[in-house]
């Protein structure tokens, strides 16, 4: 047992502080920096005794320093001692590891006074250091010394200070503020005591609810007027604003899920039903019409992502199931209940269904115009087949009937880029939500095939589902009544929950139908011309996980449009064989196929919603520049690609690993090349070879200083270059090759006026968007766009320039001849097929 004597000389530090801190009577600029060192002196010096000897602690109850501490708070005339004070509190509560000395400083009014205290806010510096107080504070809270904090009234609680003055803050301008409060109230929400979730979720307290998605939907409104300003005028500052808006609508919908995950039930209703009747309901689903509406105040693009960032981020069955059934109808059909009819019918908006299911290649389906046609001639019919121009007009359906889901599929079949893009990854997040009920993801259309096939099983086992022989059959699915039945019970929860009453009277919604829907709309998608490649490849995920297996959903009409579009392609890349760069069509097309395989093979879509409010990397589509020429070779292969693959997909076949093309053989070399001397793939300058066939010419690199070579082209295989070489004077007939350039995309042409004049386009060697290191995250390229060099060649006569142009033209000509060779298999789709098959 320690002496007493002992005791009090560990304790005289304390001792001596704590006397000097009662002698002030008054703290103003003459003493403060004493009573400063002193409170900083004793938050040490207690920290310290906490962790090694509990006799300072002892002193510290002893003579009741916290009292003392909010005594010397009341004299005080100068910011600085409630600075150090504020920090004495932080630094102490943080670091004390005893529940004993935690217990007794949360159980006196002194803590509560400490939190309440009128603080000058204005100064900054004193905001943050009473919010990392009541954060601090928050983070010793647990079932026993949260309610020394509180105060209780026959058992219930009616006030608690930390919460209450901490929530005023909770949309503070300054982000670190905003953050702190956050984690102040989650540490409150997890600590789990009843009393406790009750008064947070009571009025008025639960309008702090409310308000954080009020000030969640503002933040909804200010990252659309970015992106509004980012597509009228792109620049690197609004990207960079827009990707601050994100974080920060990510991070408070992280926030809005940490808060429904603490397990208070009625926390997580109180932020689903305003979310619905706050930012869903009256926000974001009117954005998503074709046509702006009155009131809308954000686009349809802004509107596509918050919906993904909503589903992806907020995982609760309610709110998904209600997004989901709510996009089965008309906007129109969702109002208040204070707005309801008596009978809650509006009659121009029901309608009804007439299915007639065929065979797998007929349905004919008969709705409203609230509907995305659906007419798919039977094999057997005598009725002509659609044409291109008639599948697009059945799914232009701007104006005022069509269901949210329609409006989707219409983005994907009629819209632009950025709205092909956002409804492609709205379905997909839809499709990638497990807390959907699967009946919900049937009725939109999009619940995938093998989890169809797995639902039928399993009623088939019970009894309930059809027999073995239809079980896997086209037209075999979920049954319609299930389905509306489930759709009804959620329509019944938006009802009783979320205060929206549906004005649709019997509604009946055919899975069946929808599904043919969204094929049609994604078939449309493939065939147009005017999307870019990677949109088409997240359209080509979207149907691989819908038919990962199957080509009994494709009808003839599907049939014929995807081929066409694979032929008009197929068209396209031939083109590309005698153009600008085929020396690296082999190449790009391997890796392509490569990625794309993956891509629409992974288990998620390759591009983060966040990329659709970003302005589109500009390409250089347009011009005359290798460049440009390059960019749409590579768009183009792209394209090929994921058709050619819906042509292997659609057939029933797997994709195979590699692209049927022929691998390189070991051709002899041509005449030139051999007589040169050259069997390397890329010639290196001061190789020697011979210049037997080459001509003599002069060219100037620099201007005054013309020089003279000896000019050459040469292909091997799918390579090719534009030699020249400096005639070695001992060795006759050889020379050292100083210059070599691409063959491809040389434009040889003979200057009109000066007729020994050769015009030769000198193109890079390589792309810079084909290397990953030179692309952001988002796919835009960091370095400009590479300028063609140009060479003009001077000959001794018109003859020897006819000459050289001749040399190049038939190299050039080799070159693509070759090229073709290799790719000869891709072009012949049902021979290639049956290659895959062997």
């Given at each position: 047992m320690v002496p007493f004597e002992d005791e009090i000389s560990k304790s005289k530090p304390l001792r001596f502080l704590t006397d000097q801190l009662q002698k002030f009577q008054i703290v103003n600029e003459v003493n403060q920096d004493l009573v400063i060192e002193a409170l900083r002196s004793i938050a040490e010096i207690v920290t310290y005794g906490d962790q090694h000897d509990p006799t300072f602690f002892d002193f510290f109850m002893e003579k009741q320093?916290?009292?003392?501490?909010?005594?010397?708070?009341?004299?005080?005339?100068?910011?600085?001692?409630?600075?150090?004070?504020?920090?004495?509190?932080?630094?102490?509560?943080?670091?004390?590891?005893?529940?004993?000395?935690?217990?007794?400083?949360?159980?006196?009014?002194?803590?509560?006074?400490?939190?309440?205290?009128?603080?000058?806010?204005?100064?900054?510096?004193?905001?943050?250091?009473?919010?990392?107080?009541?954060?601090?504070?928050?983070?010793?809270?647990?079932?026993?010394?949260?309610?020394?904090?509180?105060?209780?009234?026959?058992?219930?609680?009616?006030?608690?200070?930390?919460?209450?003055?901490?929530?005023?803050?909770?949309?503070?301008?300054?982000?670190?503020?905003?953050?702190?409060?956050?984690?102040?109230?989650?540490?409150?929400?997890?600590?789990?005591?009843?009393?406790?979730?009750?008064?947070?979720?009571?009025?008025?307290?639960?309008?702090?609810?409310?308000?954080?998605?009020?000030?969640?939907?503002?933040?909804?409104?200010?990252?659309?007027?970015?992106?509004?300003?980012?597509?009228?005028?792109?620049?690197?500052?609004?990207?960079?604003?827009?990707?601050?808006?994100?974080?920060?609508?990510?991070?408070?919908?992280?926030?809005?899920?940490?808060?429904?995950?603490?397990?208070?039930?009625?926390?997580?209703?109180?932020?689903?039903?305003?979310?619905?009747?706050?930012?869903?309901?009256?926000?974001?689903?009117?954005?998503?019409?074709?046509?702006?509406?009155?009131?809308?105040?954000?686009?349809?693009?802004?509107?596509?992502?918050?919906?993904?960032?909503?589903?992806?981020?907020?995982?609760?069955?309610?709110?998904?199931?209600?997004?989901?059934?709510?996009?089965?109808?008309?906007?129109?059909?969702?109002?208040?209940?204070?707005?309801?009819?008596?009978?809650?019918?509006?009659?121009?908006?029901?309608?009804?269904?007439?299915?007639?299911?065929?065979?797998?290649?007929?349905?004919?389906?008969?709705?409203?115009?609230?509907?995305?046609?659906?007419?798919?001639?039977?094999?057997?019919?005598?009725?002509?087949?659609?044409s291109a121009e008639d599948f697009s007009l059945q799914h232009n359906c701007n104006g005022p009937h069509l269901a949210l889901r329609e409006v989707l599929l219409s983005y994907i079949v009629n819209g632009d880029e950025i709205q092909v893009l956002g409804s492609l990854n709205v379905l997909a997040t839809l499709l990638q939500t497990k807390e959907l009920d699967e009946s919900v993801l049937d009725a939109l259309g999009i619940l995938p095939q093998r989890k169809q096939h797995k639902k039928l099983l399993l009623q088939a086992l019970v009894g309930e589902g059809p027999d073995e022989e239809q079980l896997f059959s086209s037209e075999s699915g979920v049954s319609e009544e299930g389905v509306n039945s489930v759709i009804d019970s959620y329509l019944q929860n938006i009802k009783d929950q979320y205060g929206w009453s549906c004005s649709c009277s019997e509604l009946g919604v055919s899975p069946r139908v929808h599904r043919f829907q969204v094929l049609d709309a994604l078939v449309g998608l493939f065939c147009r011309s005017n999307i870019s490649a990677e949109t088409l490849w997240d359209g080509g995920w979207l149907l691989r996980q819908l038919l990962p297996y199957s080509e009994a959903e494709f009808n003839s009409h599907h049939l014929k449009l995807l081929k066409d579009a694979y032929k008009n392609c197929t068209n396209g890349l031939l083109q590309e064989v005698r153009g600008v760069w085929p020396d690296l069509l082999t190449s790009i097309l391997t890796d392509e196929w490569k990625k794309c395989k993956k891509a629409i093979e992974a288990s998620s879509p390759q591009k983060e919603p966040k990329c659709i409010l970003l302005p589109p990397a500009k390409c250089s589509l347009e011009g005359e520049s290798s460049f440009s020429a390059g960019e749409r070779m590579y768009e183009m292969v792209k394209v090929f690609v994921l058709r050619h693959q819906l042509q292997i997909f659609s057939s029933g076949k797997a994709l195979p690993e590699q692209p049927p093309i022929y691998f390189p053989t070991d051709l002899p070399l041509n005449t030139r090349s051999k007589t040169a001397g050259l069997d390397v793939l890329d010639p290196k300058p001061g190789t020697e070879i011979s210049i037997v066939d080459a001509v003599p010419c002069r060219i100037a690199f620099e201007r005054g200083k013309e020089r003279h070579f000896s000019f050459l082209a040469i292909s091997r295989g799918t390579s090719g270059w534009v030699l020249l070489a400096e005639e070695l004077p001992l060795r006759n007939q050889r020379g050292v090759l100083r210059v070599a350039a691409p063959l491809a995309g040389s434009n040889p042409r003979i200057d009109d006026k000066h007729l020994k004049w050769l015009h030769i386009r000198i193109r890079p060697s390589t792309l810079p968007f084909m290397d990953p290191s030179k692309s952001d995250a988002f796919g835009k390229s960091k370095t400009k766009a590479l300028i063609d060099g140009r060479w003009t060649l001077a000959f001794r006569d018109e003859g020897s320039c006819k000459s050289a142009l001749s040399m190049i033209l038939e190299e050039m000509d080799l070159q693509s001849n070759e090229v073709e060779r290799r790719l000869r298999p891709l072009f012949d789709l049902n021979r290639s097929r049956d290659e895959i098959d062997t």
């Open positions: 320093v916290m009292g003392e501490f909010a005594r010397i708070l009341k004299v005080s005339r100068t910011v600085g001692v409630a600075l150090q004070l504020l920090q004495t509190m932080s630094i102490m509560i943080q670091n004390l590891k005893s529940e004993h000395a935690i217990y007794y400083i949360f159980s006196n009014e002194h803590i509560n006074y400490l939190i309440t205290y009128p603080f000058d806010f204005r100064n900054e510096e004193l905001l943050s250091y009473y919010i990392s107080f009541l954060r601090a504070i928050s983070g010793k809270l647990n079932k026993s010394t949260i309610s020394l904090l509180l105060k209780t009234q026959n058992d219930e609680v009616v006030s608690f200070p930390l919460y209450i003055e901490a929530i005023q803050f909770a949309f503070h301008e300054e982000s670190m503020v905003r953050i702190a409060v956050r984690a102040l109230t989650l540490n409150v929400y997890h600590v789990g005591d009843e009393c406790v979730n009750r008064y947070v979720t009571s009025t008025p307290l639960a309008d702090y609810f409310s308000n954080l998605v009020t000030y969640f939907r503002k933040q909804c409104i200010t990252l659309d007027e970015w992106v509004s300003e980012s597509a009228k005028n792109p620049c690197p500052e609004s990207t960079s604003c827009i990707l601050s808006a994100v974080d920060e609508i990510e991070d408070n919908l992280y926030y809005f899920s940490d808060v429904i995950s603490s397990g208070i039930p009625n926390l997580g209703r109180l932020i689903t039903e305003n979310i619905l009747q706050l930012l869903i309901f009256p926000l974001l689903f009117p954005s998503l019409r074709m046509e702006p509406t009155n009131g809308t105040q954000i686009g349809a693009t802004t509107s596509l992502y918050l919906l993904c960032c909503i589903l992806r981020i907020l995982k609760t069955k309610n709110l998904a199931n209600t997004i989901a059934v709510a996009l089965l109808y008309l906007l129109e059909d969702f109002i208040p209940k204070s707005e309801a009819k008596p009978n809650g019918n509006i009659s121009d908006h029901s309608f009804t269904h007439e299915n007639h299911c065929l065979d797998n290649d007929a349905l004919d389906t008969k709705a409203n115009t609230r509907l995305l046609r659906v007419t798919v001639p039977s094999s057997s019919s005598s009725s002509p087949m659609h």
